[in-house]
């Protein structure tokens, strides 16, 4: 004798349809042969290992899918720390921005005994930012030099106007609106820019000539 799945009623193993309510007892035999998944309970066939809605190995022991999921987290935080480790170079941020720095406070002390005035620190940034960021190994180190260039160069425009035109011109210069969020902007702009399109160009140069900082 079975029971029908949908009124409840006992009806003999033959039978195909309930007699009380209609239902097709042979597909409730055939589904009830499956197997339900212990984590979602969805219906599978038998001697399915994985379930197919929600990826749980069956036949494992809870302990067992604990420490699955466990190792699974710790290695996808591992990952993504070493994703970030290996495109974050601090040391050669750092060298990067002294060296491009230097050479750009001199570019714009240069273009302003030409005649670019205050023009040359633009001028100079995005030059200076263009030439050292390219070479270096991935966008997130010419995002941090670009804008820590652009920054820094900002704090020091008034000293390096005192230096090429005097002082006067420095106590007028230091009453103009401060350039630190432009210029931090146009670093970092110009800094992905350049690592983007010109990296596999200039890289090549900078190994050839074993600049080992960049």
């Not at 055939?30 to 212990?38: E, L």
């Not at 749980?56 to 970030?84: F, H, P, R, T």
């Not at 750092?94 to 633009?122: D, H, K, Q, R």
Request: glycine letters at 8%; charged letters at 15%; one cysteine or more.
């Amino acid at each position: 004798m079975v029971k029908c799945a949908n009124c409840g009623i006992e009806v003999d193993e033959s039978t195909e349809l309930c007699p009380n309510c209609g239902n097709n007892l042979k597909s409730d035999n055939a589904s009830s042969k499956g197997v339900k998944c212990p984590n979602c309970g969805h219906k599978m066939d038998e001697g399915a290992v994985f379930c197919n809605e929600c990826g749980y190995q069956l036949g494992a022991s809870s302990n067992d899918s604990v420490k699955s999921v466990e190792k699974d987290n710790s290695q996808k935080d591992l990952n993504q720390n070493q994703v970030i480790s290996d495109k974050s170079n601090l040391i050669q941020i750092i060298v990067s921005t002294i060296i491009s720095f230097i050479f750009i406070s001199l570019f714009a002390a240069i273009l302003m005994i030409i005649g670019f005035e205050f023009y040359s620190f633009p001028i100079a940034l995005i030059i200076g930012v263009l030439l050292f960021a390219a070479a270096l190994d991935n966008k997130i180190n010419a995002a941090l030099m670009g804008g820590i260039v652009g920054f820094i160069l900002a704090l020091f425009e008034s000293s390096i106007v005192g230096m090429v035109y005097g002082s006067f011109a420095t106590a007028i210069y230091e009453f103009s609106t401060p350039n630190y969020i432009s210029f931090l902007i146009i670093g970092i702009i110009v800094g992905i820019l350049s690592n983007h399109f010109l990296h596999d160009k200039i890289r090549p140069i900078v190994d050839n000539l074993g600049i080992s900082w960049l």
